[in-house]
């Protein structure tokens, strides 16, 4: 099937990488450590048999928390404070960094927390441009309608029709 910019996409796990690429930045400003210790940002995440978890065990999936020691439900997990305060209280289900296990659903909390700390607010969801205490925000615009012409990952002339062309522009 042919692709082009229009083309739907499903992105499953991008939050994984953009939460990443957030640590990645800070860490290349020297706010975050990556063999740091994650109490030294997060205090009262150092409990339970986590006071050797680094920061790279997080980013790297090996810090033993892949899910929460009880159900969650969609409130739960919409909820910031509970999802955060349940994995900082439960204890890894084995030794950090000797084992990789895909932390799904607690990577965004435990690497998202971390990050909220070192920036001094919490993240906003909706918030123009990602605002953050070091940038203000910034308005973005929204244009939606048919390709232009010049544009290189327009479908060919003939091409069956998909959705509008959308561009974002901050």
């Not at 229009?6 to 400003?29: E, H, Y």
């Not at 900082?88 to 799904?104: D, I, K, L, M, V």
């Not at 927390?113 to 205490?133: D, F, L, W």
Request: contains cysteine; aromatic residues 8%; hydrophobic residues 30%.
């Amino acid at each position: 099937m042919p692709r082009w910019r229009s083309t739907i996409t499903n992105v499953w796990s991008i939050t994984k990488t953009m939460t990443t690429l957030c640590a990645l930045v800070l860490a290349g400003r020297g706010e975050l450590g990556l063999s740091t210790p994650v109490a030294r940002y997060w205090p009262e995440f150092g409990t339970a048999g986590k006071d050797r978890i680094e920061v790279r065990h997080l980013l790297g999936h090996t810090a033993g928390l892949p899910d929460w020691d009880q159900p969650m439900t969609l409130d739960d997990l919409c909820g910031w404070k509970k999802a955060t305060t349940l994995l900082a209280r439960q204890s890894p289900r084995r030794e950090p960094g000797t084992a990789s296990g895909y932390h799904r659903f607690t990577h965004g909390f435990l690497i998202g927390e971390v990050i909220r700390r070192i920036c001094g607010q919490p993240r906003t969801p909706g918030a123009p441009g990602g605002a953050t205490p070091r940038s203000p925000p910034r308005q973005a615009t929204e244009t939606h309608g048919p390709s232009p012409p010049s544009n290189p990952y327009s479908p060919p002339e003939g091409a069956p029709p998909r959705l509008a062309y959308t561009t974002l522009t901050l």
